[in-house]
């Protein structure tokens, strides 16, 4: 278990703080030595694709042949030229296992949706309750780490209240949605980090549509690759 961060993207401003040149080049290597070091303690969260087998969009049409439609995608911000990390501006892969969702009303009456009522469900393990907002800036900050961790390279003061403030920002929060509108943001879950990991079911319990006594529920599977 690695008990120590470090954040690559600030390494040549950590850098520029060094008056000599020298001095500069020798820590350099040693950075480097640690950075080669960490990186075989790096956990990568598998790759989510989804399972056709395991979908309920719940997309029942009303008499008049509309319907309540609900799209939900794993956020990828890895790798170079993601579409993920251009549309969120920040590497949300990094810290969590997040997914897009989208709900459009395409019915004629309201629907409220309960963005706390969202679970994850890793293979055969308990589902676990998607991140409040405060929950989400913690593990940002710590990850699964119940301690303190040593921070070699600390990020910048501005750059850690930009990614938290778009973390806060692009959070899918609850919502009455009227006829004919949308509404999407992005859910939190703590990252997936089971070696074992076969299946993931992402399930949506509370979506009540106005004049229906019992909420509609919506689950996607995805399968673990990588």
Avoid at 51 to 74: F, Y
Wanted: net charge positive; proline share 5%.
């Amino acid at each position: 278990m690695c008990l120590i961060h470090y954040n690559v993207s600030n390494f040549f401003i950590f850098m520029e703080h060094f008056k000599s040149k020298r001095r500069s080049v020798r820590r350099a290597g040693v950075l480097g030595m640690l950075i080669l070091g960490l990186g075989a303690c790096a956990v990568t969260a598998p790759l989510l694709t989804p399972d056709p087998m395991l979908v309920n969009q719940g997309g029942e049409a009303d008499s008049l042949g509309h319907q309540l439609k609900v799209s939900i995608r794993p956020v990828v911000t890895t790798g170079f030229r993601s579409e993920d990390r251009k549309q969120f501006g920040v590497d949300l892969s990094a810290y969590f296992t997040a997914f897009y969702v989208e709900i459009q009303n395409g019915l004629s009456r309201e629907v409220w949706m309960d963005a706390s009522k969202i679970s994850l469900q890793v293979s055969d393990q308990p589902p676990v309750q998607a991140l409040s907002d405060s929950e989400s800036i913690e593990y940002y900050h710590r990850g699964d780490q119940t301690k303190p961790v040593l921070i070699l390279v600390p990020k910048l003061r501005k750059m850690e209240k930009q990614e938290m403030s778009k973390i806060l920002d692009l959070h899918l929060k609850s919502a009455t949605l009227p006829p004919g509108s949308r509404h999407s943001g992005v859910v939190y879950f703590k990252k997936i980090l089971d070696p074992q990991c076969e299946k993931v079911l992402l399930k949506m319990a509370e979506v009540q549509v106005e004049g229906e006594e019992a909420p509609r529920q919506f689950q996607f599977g995805f399968s673990c690759s990588g």
